[in-house]
């Protein structure tokens, strides 16, 4: 019964978004709050088979994190007006960690796809191990995210995270991502936050874009292996709002034996009116893209010759994808405080065909396998907050509700070369949630602050298998209590303590399963629903050296299990309890007005926590990231950026008897800004041809003549060569 009226009633939230969303259409980033969103944690190893292994701030004036500072520039990339998002209150940092990114900054350092603009996040690492049009790999805070399994983005107010994907739960594919249009990165990490949920137990990622352009641009980019970008972007006065439209199109072939053939076309259309506190923004996003794709090759192919650097094992891997959504945010302040509600309709779609074994499984026709993930998912964000006194303590309180429902059709096929063999499984999932939550903070002198929350989440689900087998519901629900406490400032100097606990979703096919899908009889376990985290940190955030804004945050992070479904394989892999320790030290110095100089260093141990003879090391938890960049340059004449960026070697086993390499790679960039609005920019990527790989996994697989049982052998996708790329953009 519970599990019924759980299930009509997410139904009934999805309908009502799509009912009133072009009426009252909101963004719930709008009305996101901009301390920054946390981070979720779990992520294992890369999920391939045969693997081994508020809005007034209170008075006293605390500090602002560097990038609620950087925020304050007039322009973001010399083209994007900074106002803030309609419902998005300037809300002070309640931890060390927390940092605001502002888009100018993102947009200043160069990158070479859509994903690496998230690398301005302190300790974050983005790589790609397939094509250009397949989500990212992420690494942070120890963790191997793969493609975003506890990461927990969002952008323009819309999550981004899947669960119950067919790639791996908690895909996160932001290659419809605009980067010019990007007002701020909020970023948070840690379970200590009451308004984050799912996927944010090691940090969050919420993007916020523009709502109005200083001026309309145009812009032509292109470059080495047959990079092509164009983007035009304007806004106007419409009525009592503002309209904004922004067009890209990409094509790119990559440095690929077999060229990637990237074929992306994205568009954005927004209108907003109102203030901060009391307005409308209404939004609709269009993506398509297609791709061929050179995955993660044996290194022994390459070794013996059978093979290049940038040669690939099965030249049809590849995939296309799309994604179509509405949005909308309303806020409005009155004497009984701010409101604000939010809602999003997305319709996602995406097939894959990867082959990362060649003939382990299969020796006639190959192991190629096509994925697929077909969703229409919306959801609702409804909060309130008001400011009240106790015995003359001042003191705010937020309350919210969050409610996501997605309807799923997710597949796993056996194929070659592109064409259908067999079916592994085929099923419909219909998924939701509902997260009830409430914080308050209580100023207890100019000097101390406090903030005590609590989150319940509940699940329910059901599973109609082509395994009748594995079909059945699934409901679980979660209560996290979390805690800070903020000391300061003295000296220009705050001190930030906070623990709590959180959560992390598994793929829901994993909580009805009872047979492995293959064979349709050996018995299987089921997973729980929903993992226990549980994390803490202590930092010191300060500005007492003029011009630099340094912070230290030491954390702790423990997971029940790291328990996933695995899309490659069609079943759950359990993993064990883990605990991640580790220490992340931030710096933006700004010697002068037109020079700024950054420096993120992090690093963490990763264990696992029960015993086992295979050892304790996770594999794919980075020890050491660091990043460092020099940006110099105003508003107009010569500008120019050196980052280098540093991803430590990893165990890709569990005894670290195999070892990642590790990689340093700089990007460059010098340009110039014309009076009249004219930008000529160069970028070279990877300035000095560094011959690393993006990625490595260790796994079984077999090529063509060796043994059935397959070859253990490191797997490699090379970081792309020297590239350069020249832009020119018109103001106007």
């Known amino acids: 019964m519970v599990r019924g009226a759980l299930l009509r009633m997410f139904s009934a939230a999805a309908s009502s978004a799509l009912c009133t969303l072009p009426i009252a259409a909101q963004e719930r980033s709008l009305v996101a709050p901009a301390e920054l969103p946390p981070v979720a944690v779990a992520a294992p190893e890369d999920q391939h088979p045969k693997r081994l292994t508020r809005k007034r701030p209170p008075k006293g004036g605390a500090l602002r994190n560097r990038a609620a500072a950087r925020t304050e520039s007039p322009t973001e990339s010399g083209v994007v007006a900074n106002a803030a998002p309609i419902g998005a209150p300037a809300l002070q940092p309640t931890a060390a960690s927390a940092i605001r990114i502002s888009g100018r900054e993102v947009n200043a350092i160069p990158f070479s796809r859509p994903g690496e603009a998230l690398e301005v996040v302190p300790g974050l690492i983005v790589t790609q191990h397939s094509g250009e049009g397949k989500a990212n790999q992420y690494f942070l805070r120890g963790f191997n995210l793969d493609h975003g399994t506890d990461l927990a983005i969002s952008v323009d107010g819309m999550p981004v995270n899947m669960p119950t994907h067919g790639h791996g739960q908690g895909y996160a594919d932001i290659n419809f991502l605009i980067p010019e249009l990007i007002q701020s990165v909020n970023v948070r990490k840690g379970p200590y936050f009451a308004d984050q949920g799912d996927f944010a137990s090691a940090g969050a990622v919420a993007i916020d874009y523009v709502n109005k352009l200083q001026h309309n641009i145009a812009e032509i980019s292109f470059g080495s292996f047959g990079y092509r970008r164009a983007l035009a972007a304007g806004s106007s006065r419409v009525d009592d709002g503002t309209l904004l439209a922004a067009v890209e199109a990409a094509k790119y072939d990559g440095p690929w034996d077999v060229p990637d053939d990237v074929r992306k076309l994205n568009g954005v259309l927004r209108y907003s009116q109102g203030t901060v506190t009391d307005g409308l923004t209404l939004a609709a996003m269009a993506y398509s893209n297609g791709w061929n794709s050179t995955d993660q090759v044996a290194q022994r192919a ?73 969703r229409s998912f919306g959801g609702i964000d409804a909060r309130h907050t008001f400011d009240w006194r106790f015995a003359g303590v001042e003191a705010q309180t937020r309350v919210g509700v969050q409610s996501r429902y997605d309807d799923i059709h997710v597949g796993l096929f056996k194929t070659e070369q592109r064409t259908w063999l067999s079916t592994v499984r085929d099923d419909r999932v219909q998924e939701g949630n509902v997260g009830l939550w409430t914080d308050t903070t209580m100023r207890w002198t100019d000097w101390l602050r406090t903030t005590i929350g609590i989150r319940e989440d509940f699940f329910a689900g059901h599973v109609f298998s082509d395994a009748p087998q594995n079909s059945g519901n699934a409901q679980a629900s979660m209560a996290s209590p979390k805690t800070g406490l903020v000391l300061g400032p003295w000296y220009k100097t705050e001190f930030y303590g906070n623990a709590g606990y959180g959560l992390h979703s598994n793929d829901i096919r994993g909580a009805t399963i009872t047979v492995d899908p293959n064979d349709k009889v050996t018995p299987l376990d089921r997973v729980p629903l929903l993992v226990r985290s549980r994390g803490a940190e202590l930092g010191i955030r300060t500005r007492a050296i003029e011009g630099l804004t340094s912070s230290l945050a030491l954390f702790v992070l423990d ?30 110095y700004k010697p002068l007005p037109w020079m700024t100089v950054d420096l993120d260093v992090a690093h963490t141990r990763a264990r696992f926590t ?35 960026r540093y991803f430590g070697p990893r165990p890709l086993i569990e005894d670290d008897s195999v070892r990642s390499r590790s990689s340093l790679i700089f990007n460059a960039r010098a340009g110039y800004r014309f009076d009249n609005g004219l930008r000529l920019q160069l970028d070279v990527l990877n300035l000095f041809n560094a011959q690393t790989n993006q990625i490595e996994y260790f796994y079984l697989s077999r090529l063509p003549g060796e043994p059935i049982d397959g070859v253990a052998d490191r797997h490699v996708h090379p970081a792309e060569p020297l590239a350069v790329r020249l832009t020119v953009a018109a103001r106007f």
């Not at 479904?565 to 931030?586: K, M």
């Open 559 to 588: 997971f029940d299990s790291e328990l996933l479904f695995v899309g490659d394989a069609g079943t759950t892999e359990p993993s064990r309890p883990s605990r991640r320790v580790g220490v992340e030290w931030t710096n933006q």
């Open 610 to 644: 029960d015993f086992d003879p295979a050892g304790a090391r996770i594999p794919g938890a980075p020890a050491w990231v660091a990043s460092g960049a020099v940006t110099l340059g105003g508003d107009t004449g010569w500008f120019g950026t050196l980052k280098a």
């Open 302 to 374: 390459i070794d013996q010759g059978l093979i290049n650097r940038f040669g690939t094992l099965d030249p049809t891997d590849g995939g296309r994808s799309s994604r179509f959504s509405l949005s909308g945010n309303w806020a409005q302040s009155g004497d009984y405080g701010q409101t604000n509600i939010s809602t999003y309709v997305v319709r996602s779609d995406l097939r894959l065909f990867n082959d990362f074994t060649y003939f382990l499984d299969t020796p006639l026709n190959g192991d190629q396998f096509s994925q697929l993930d077909r």
